[in-house]
């Protein structure tokens, strides 16, 4: 099995970086996003090729969600999201970390525990992209955990009924892919788990986006917003939460958390 590791690194890597130089081109990624996908993406490939598969469904899924209908969602959550949606390094590592060091570990222990809580991880940060972008595009109005009140498309910690039902579908898809990497034949129950902690990874989000993340306040506006300087031209400043529970820290906890849950169920 080892003989394997420096040819999946050194062919993972050459197509990590690939994908990640066309996503920094087309914009989806920073310079510094590309360097951490290029590292998430070789750690992927070194883990096998249902690792890398299943990274690459996660990626290319999440990158079509995003450019569906872009600038209707720009124009809708522009009040509260960056008007520049390029992921950062922080984002990169934030969704796909845990699923990159579970698939190092993996291929020095094959343990299922450890297999289960990086597709867990993944499954989590499927469900949260795709309810975000599903949910934002199909102009749904989302209301927020702590208030119930309806709220700016985009706010952090606010859901709606096409953003469930899109995490939910992109948690469920994920646990397909965990199946087909982990097991042969079909099993049940790792797909139930891996679909169980993506689920729940998302709803630790938007608890923890709803609640305890940093929230950011425009006085002139009178609006809510996590953009350091809002549309209107004025710096907005924290003003409710904790303060370094960024967006971010938000989604690295939850998709431990996501994992944690598959790894626990199984």
């Not at 991880?121 to 309806?150: F, I």
């Not at 892919?177 to 129950?189: E, I, K, R, Y």
């Amino acid at each position: 099995m080892f003989i394997d590791i420096i040819p999946r690194m050194l062919i993972g890597g050459a197509l990590a970086g690939a994908v990640a130089l066309q996503a920094s081109r087309r914009g989806h990624v920073t310079l510094a996003g590309a360097y951490a996908a290029f590292a998430v993406g070789t750690a992927a490939a070194i883990g096998g090729a249902g690792w890398a598969l299943s990274l690459v469904v996660f990626f290319y899924s999440s990158v079509a969600l995003s450019d569906w209908q872009r600038d209707e969602k720009r124009l809708r959550s522009r009040l509260v999201l960056p008007e520049v949606r390029a992921r950062d390094a922080w984002q990169v590592l934030a969704n796909g970390g845990w699923f990159a060091a579970a698939a190092l570990i993996w291929v020095f222990t094959d343990s299922w525990h450890v297999g289960l809580f990086g597709f867990g991880a993944l499954a989590t940060a499927m469900a949260d992209t795709w309810a975000t972008e599903v949910g934002m595009a199909l102009k749904a109005a989302p209301r927020s955990l702590a208030t119930l009140r309806s709220t700016t498309p985009g706010t952090s910690g606010a859901v709606s009924a096409h953003g469930v039902a899109a995490a939910v579908g992109g948690a469920f898809v994920m646990a397909v892919c965990a199946v087909a990497s982990l097991t042969v034949p079909f099993d049940l129950p790792r797909l139930e788990a891996v679909f169980l902690g993506g689920v729940a990874g998302a709803l630790v989000d938007s608890v923890l986006g709803a609640t305890v993340q940093s929230r950011r306040w425009c006085d002139v506006c009178g609006d809510w917003t996590e953009r350091r300087v809002h549309p209107c031209g004025y710096r907005s400043h924290h003003r409710s939460g904790v303060r370094w529970m960024t967006n971010d820290t938000v989604n690295a906890v939850s998709t431990g958390v996501g994992g944690v849950v598959a790894a626990g169920l199984w």
